[in-house]
């Protein structure tokens, strides 16, 4: 019964998303620059280059009509006419007799220097969709092979940083299934941590005071989302603290 509400509740939101009475509020500033055009990029300016990233300087016109600069990071390996440059996978795995568990990795990120906790994830190559691009990557970093249950729209990671883009899989296993049952990971550098559903922001609290790791934002919002939907659904604890 849980597994299916989820999933009702996962399909919903992203299905029915057009129905809502979506409000936008203006808020009073009178520091404010008055709104004089429309935001546009002029042009962008290769700064550096690496193999998988580079950084530009991005020129453009605020709403104001004031000419400024941000520096921009960009992915090099950006295909053709993306759908977007990645995927994320919440993965879901179903056993007989067991909770229901998100799929996780564990992997040591030189940026942060630390090892992180986060959806399995990857590039999507040239002629690959979401789903295809989602259920090879699952397969590569976990050992599981699944099945596509719901996909995102286009979303952006970082906007503020880089124009990096990645659509959200929602795959199901069948962990039952003999394949599921002793999966084989083809990447020995990522480790892969299950942790149940209805427990999954408790038990993501808990790792975070045993290891030295940091978790992914989108695994937390993920995880307070959850809590949310099982335990307090008709209250919203964020506001009162």
């Not at 409000?23 to 008055?34: F, H, I, L, Y």
């Amino acid at each position: 019964m849980i597994s299916l509400s989820v999933k009702y509740m996962i399909s919903d939101s992203i299905t029915d998303y057009k129905h809502l009475d979506i409000q936008r509020v203006k808020m009073s500033n009178p520091e404010a620059p008055k709104e004089t055009c429309a935001p546009h990029v002029v042009k962008e300016e290769l700064l550096a280059a690496g193999q998988w990233l580079k950084l530009e300087k991005t020129t453009y016109v605020d709403r104001s009509g004031s000419t400024r600069t941000w520096e921009t990071v960009k992915r090099t390996t950006r295909q053709t006419n993306p759908s977007a440059d990645a995927v994320g996978i919440i993965a879901l795995l179903k056993r007989t007799l067991h909770k229901d568990c998100v799929v996780m990795v564990k992997q040591f990120r030189p940026p942060m220097g630390s090892y992180t906790l986060e959806f399995p994830a990857g590039l999507i190559d040239e002629g690959e969709s979401a789903e295809v691009a989602a259920l090879r990557e699952l397969k590569e970093e976990t050992g599981f092979r699944g099945e596509v249950v719901g996909v995102t729209p286009v979303t952006c990671l970082d906007p503020g940083l880089s124009n990096c883009t990645t659509q959200i899989v929602m795959v199901n296993i069948n962990g039952d299934e003999g394949e599921n049952i002793n999966p084989t990971q083809q990447l020995e550098f990522v480790e892969v941590v299950l942790l149940p559903l209805d427990e999954f922001q408790s038990k993501i609290d808990v790792l975070l005071k045993k290891e030295d790791i940091v978790v992914d934002s989108k695994v937390y919002m993920f995880a307070m989302g959850m809590s949310q939907a099982f335990f307090k659904p008709m209250e919203l604890p964020v506001l009162k603290q």
